[in-house]
């Protein structure tokens, strides 16, 4: 079910974003989710958010302002996903529901973690900011990011963007602190976090949006049976792409969100 447009039986949705990216990345999804309130947040080390001594899942997790008013849907994406998921086990009754699209929930750890794209692109970029990139102008970096892959195919970001996608990623990537990468590499971005008790300590609807596997998504056949079938989590496969899904398939994602709207 999809309630109307002008229903005023809505929900606000607050929205994580993916590591290196920040709060401007949901404009397509909040477009798409009128009327309901989008109100997306920089998480530590990226956007206008402060920087921090520890970027675990759980320090970032606890960094995150809700907001005042009824609790909100906590929709999160990639990393946003991950953090999305410790902020609700972490406190309780704060989130009415969780929509996390491609969570990496099982291959933010070694060894797993290494085996992926997603280690190698840390590694790569972490090496870059550090030496290259250093130095580097906002001008600079739209340079480079515009013949990077867009994640979309073989497509650049150029492709898929245009110049003004091109000069949003620029500035994250400008404003990002590069030592959130270290967890990330060194495999102790979840330090003590759980997640399989986070998803039963979080107590409220669970909605996945899961990509394809074979185009990029962070979740395997086995860890969608597991939260389904042993978890009771909700999941939305979307065949079309990977790990970037609202990106360039806001509605899919919005009609997700709706659903998980019209049980609340």
Known sequence: MTPDASSADTHRI???HAVTRDRHDFAGLAAALAPHEVTPRDLSGHGDAPRADDYTVAGLADAVD???GAPPILYGHSLGGVVALALAARRPGSVAALVLEDPPLFESDMPRLG??????GFVKLKAFIDGEAHAYSLADWEVVVASWG???GRRTMLDVFGPEGVALRARQLAAFDPHVLDALIEGTLHGAFDVLAAIRAAGVPI???AGDRGKGSALSAEDLRLLARELDVSIDRVAEEGHFIHEVLPERCAAAV???SATL
């Open 14 to 16: 607050v929205c994580l």
């Open 207 to 209: 909605r996945i949006i």
């Open 150 to 152: 867009s994640g979309h």
């Open 66 to 68: 809700l907001g005042a």
């Open 258 to 260: 709706r659903e998980v």
């Open 115 to 120: 085996e992926t794209p997603f280690y190698r």
